[in-house]
């Protein structure tokens, strides 16, 4: 009798560790469900990262440094070979970006720009109209975490929070705080209700701190509305305090510069940290239904002793930041849309940063803002017909002098680069001179004049960019 008894009670025991298993195995499902649920529109996530050059990812042809997780991401979705960046340097490229205007037509054509008494930072003018603002009149909820770069220090207005964003962490430069130690960085949550210090020796990088906010965020937001997230990294720029303490490449220490082998580790750790975010997603039920767009803000860095050279970080093209030719526009693209975008191929179509804005307007079904310059280019992500520009077109305002003021247009295989000091116009033909190396303008009159006809129409005349207009003989 005790034993039928304790045969019963182990019979209970077990069919109650199996209900118990099964509850929690439909508790875990239900929540996958719940958050994997169609939703009227697609989430949007554009991934940036700071200064990376053409060539340095695997899946453009980067031999030393490793970037496994983006190669694998290329393979499973569609690489550009033909994407240019908004321009060549930080804050009007991002302008180009969030506005869907080329840099003749933005308030923000170089870091800084004139002003009564002093060369300082512009921010982007309230009439211009951003892509979070845009999402989020659209039933969006934004976000955007670090480096944003649009706006000045003292009027909050013009930080992230007051430009369309529901969800900001950014670092603001010119923001000091008393006693801050040279290794940290106060990085604003929601601008003033709150901030975060960041001290590299805590992270493996300023990304992966970055990239805690982010993982954060897509666990704790709604799960009735989509979402935009703008990931905006820090790798690969190299400024000195931003270089994490690691061991990566330590067989190389012996034969690269410090500087080189921190580049290269920096960028291999970025690419952890885009895996981590795309683990949350699929871990969350959200990878199947969210657009993912890859890409830089301009072409490699040459700053800080490191060499764009030494990984061969242009692919070989010509020029790097603050240049307009190739090597400092062209930049790596990479869509991924798990089965919506054709997986492992490559197009050769010519697209640009202010091409984002109406794609992602296109992706979440509504109009985007009126006389903006970009094509959607999302019938090009899902194989289909794609409108194509006539042009494309930038310009930078580097420094107070004519020399800082360059200007480019691509129409076809035609490239014309003009430097304003040199009061002259150089033609290069990109499907036979890809490395820019044979300015063939003496030959090409009627492209030079065509070129010309383009440099002056595209750019508006802006009181804090002296050059703007264009600078002709």
């Not at 469900?33 to 009227?40: I, M, V």
């Not at 670090?146 to 923001?175: C, I, N």
């Not at 970080?313 to 307009?324: N, P």
Request: charged letters at 25%.
């Amino acid at each position: 009798m005790k034993i039928f008894k304790i045969v019963v009670i182990a019979l209970i025991g077990v069919f109650a560790l199996n209900s118990c298993n099964e509850v929690k195995k439909e508790t875990v499902e239900s929540k996958i469900s719940k958050k994997a649920k169609k939703l009227d529109k697609p989430n949007i996530i554009f991934l940036l990262a700071d200064d990376m050059g053409y060539g340095e990812l695997g899946s453009y042809g980067q031999k030393i440094i490793k970037t496994p997780f983006l190669d694998s991401i290329a393979s499973q979705g569609l690489r550009f070979t033909d994407f240019y960046a908004g321009t060549s340097v930080c804050s009007p490229s991002r302008a180009v970006l969030m506005t869907g205007k080329h840099t003749g037509h933005l308030s923000i054509r170089g870091n800084k720009g004139k002003l009564p008494n002093k060369w300082d930072r512009i921010p982007l003018k309230k009439s211009e109209i951003t892509i979070g603002e845009m999402l989020q009149k659209a039933g969006y909820q934004t976000a955007m975490i670090g480096k944003w770069h649009l706006g000045v220090p003292e009027d909050m207005s013009t930080w992230a929070k007051g430009r369309g964003f529901d969800y900001a962490v950014q670092e603001q430069w010119g923001v000091s705080e008393k006693g801050l130690e040279i290794d940290e960085r106060v990085h604003w949550v929601n601008n003033n209700q709150d901030s975060v210090f960041y001290n590299y020796n805590n992270y493996k990088c300023l990304d992966e701190f970055r990239t805690n906010f982010a993982l954060d965020y897509l666990d704790d937001k709604s799960e009735d509305k989509p979402f935009f997230l703008y990931m905006s990294y820090r790798i690969p720029h190299a400024h000195e305090f931003f270089l994490s303490k690691n061991d990566l490449y330590e067989d190389k220490i012996e034969d690269w510069p410090e500087i080189e082998r921190r580049h290269a580790a920096r960028i291999t750790m970025l690419d952890a940290q885009i895996k981590r975010l795309f683990n949350k997603l699929k871990e969350n039920g959200e990878l199947e239904n969210t657009l993912i767009i890859y890409s830089s803000d301009n072409g490699p860095t040459n700053e800080n002793h490191h060499s764009y050279k030494f990984f061969n970080s242009s692919g070989s093209l010509k020029g790097y930041k603050r240049d307009v030719y190739e090597g400092g526009i062209r930049v790596p693209m990479i869509a991924y849309w798990q089965g919506k975008i054709r997986a492992g191929e490559t197009t050769n179509h010519q697209a640009t940063f202010y091409d984002i804005m109406p794609t992602f307007a296109e992706v979440a079904n509504i109009e985007a803002p009126k006389n903006i310059d970009g094509i959607s280019i999302l019938p090009e992500l899902l194989g289909k017909e794609q409108k194509k520009h006539d042009h494309l077109y930038w310009e930078i305002q580097e420094g107070a002098s004519v020399k800082g003021f360059r200007q480019a247009t691509r129409f076809g295989k035609w490239k014309a680069v003009r430097y304003a000091n040199n009061y002259h116009t150089e033609i290069y033909d990109l499907e036979n001179d890809l490395y820019e190396q044979n300015d063939i303008s003496s030959s090409h009159p009627d492209i030079v004049k065509k070129a010309e006809e383009i440099l002056k129409q595209e750019s508006i005349k802006d009181p804090h960019f002296p050059f703007s207009g264009g600078v002709f003989k």
